[in-house]
């Protein structure tokens, strides 16, 4: 993938969130009244000729292409605050009158202000998955009998999956009720508890102890647990093995070998399996049952060879979307955003418990890869990885670390129960604290994005 590309991607991803999240403290702190004497992007001293002036405030972008800030006017210059945001109110700027500074407002205020860069960030995914949810309404698929299980790709801990059955219908997952693959498809990931739980017709429970913040695990099991569904042909390239061997847009494949064909994964699977060996496939048509054998080409992937016969298919089942409208995907955004801060506090939870690797932790690298690739398949997905990644900076700021709005609204909980401010040098040394551990989780995700793309991890 282009790297300008996806470094471009990135700074627009990066970009519009900072400054969603930054416009929401610099609203509330004007709401407030308090002077702000500076709205950056980035970090450090602002670059002249990126800077403006209006009226007392300073609008600019900074040296360090990381992260963003709005400093008030503060009687309390800190350290690290005057290190990461540079020198102190713009030339020619008015004095400070004594109602403007942020320690003159009333606790309650300073809280508002101090969370208001969360709630935007939430306020903004709850827009975008409003959007899209408006834009293209709510899939469903009616299915909720498994097709196929992929045994040999299982988690750890996941075994008891095994005994599921091509053909067993899915009335549960953890005790709440489904009704479709889509819900079943959710529900795999985000059911709550310390194990997950699958009920099929009949009243049996397959139970296995793989805990909601295990959430690598949750989603394979979900990836490899696949809904009913017979392969239909969608699309033949000339000249590749399918067409040679006789395949046709709107042939259902019913069998590929000894083995049913039960789902379009499967199918896959064995294509893929099979490089330069013969599949024998069974076909239906409107004029009866019809027996060909395809020869997958030998494809590399990488060190992997594969089998390839210039084939697209899709599911045969009934897939319908419902339009919504503007209340109902408000509502489907509400939900999507909740269900996206969930997974991030998981996430979290997952990582704090060992649960999930420390190599999972990504940074700006993975960032801009991922980034890219959804520009790439569309608007939606773009879009869709703007909101993710909105509410989990939304969660991460919550985190109780000083140098982050969860640390400072911890300072001011504590101000407003013991009616005065916490010792300075108290809060100082906390800040440094803060910016240790944030320096540290840094160069963690830094770390994993080098060894990703040298083939470490």
Known sequence: MNVLFIIGVLVVVLGVLIFVHELGHFMAAKWAGIRVHRFALGMGNPIPWLTTTRGNTEYSICWLPLGGYVKMASREEEATSSALEGAGPPAGAEPVRPDEWYEAKPVWKRVIVILAGVTMNVLFAWFLYSTLAYRNGEPIDPETRIGEVFTDSLPPGAEAF??????????????????????IFDELLAAAGDSLAITVSGGRTVT????????????????????????????????????????????????????????VQGLIRRIRGAPGGEVELLLGRADGRHNVTVVPDSTAEGAVTVGK????????????????????????????????????????????????????????????????????????????????ISMNLAVLNLLPIPILDGGQFVFLLAEGILRRPLPEKLRSAAMLVGLVLIGALMLLAFWNDIARLIGWH
Do not use: C
Request: hydrophobic share 45%; glycine share 12%.
């Open 162 to 183: 095994a005994s599921l059955q091509p053909g067993d219908t899915v009335v549960a997952i953890n005790g709440r009720p489904v009704d479709s693959w889509t819900t």
């Open 208 to 263: 296995a102890p793989i805990h909601a913040a295990s959430l690598k695990e949750r989603n394979q099991v979900r990836m490899m647990i696949q809904p009913w569904d017979r392969a239909v042909v969608e699309y033949v390239e000339k000249g590749r093995p399918g067409e040679q061997a006789g395949l046709q847009v709107g042939d259902t494949i019913l069998s590929a070998g000894a083995s049913e064909v039960t789902s």
């Open 309 to 388: 016969i210039g084939v697209a298919f899709k599911p045969d089942g009934v897939f319908s979307v419902r339009s919504l409208s503007l209340l109902e995907s408000i509502g489907v955004g509400g939900e999507t955003t909740l269900a996206a801060s969930t997974l991030m506090v998981r996430t979290v939870q997952g990582l704090l418990s060992a649960r999930v690797s420390t190599r999972d932790v990504g940074g700006p690298i993975m960032i801009g890869q991922e980034a890219a690739k959804a520009a790439r398949a569309g608007l939606d997905q773009f879009l869709g990885l703007l909101a993710l």
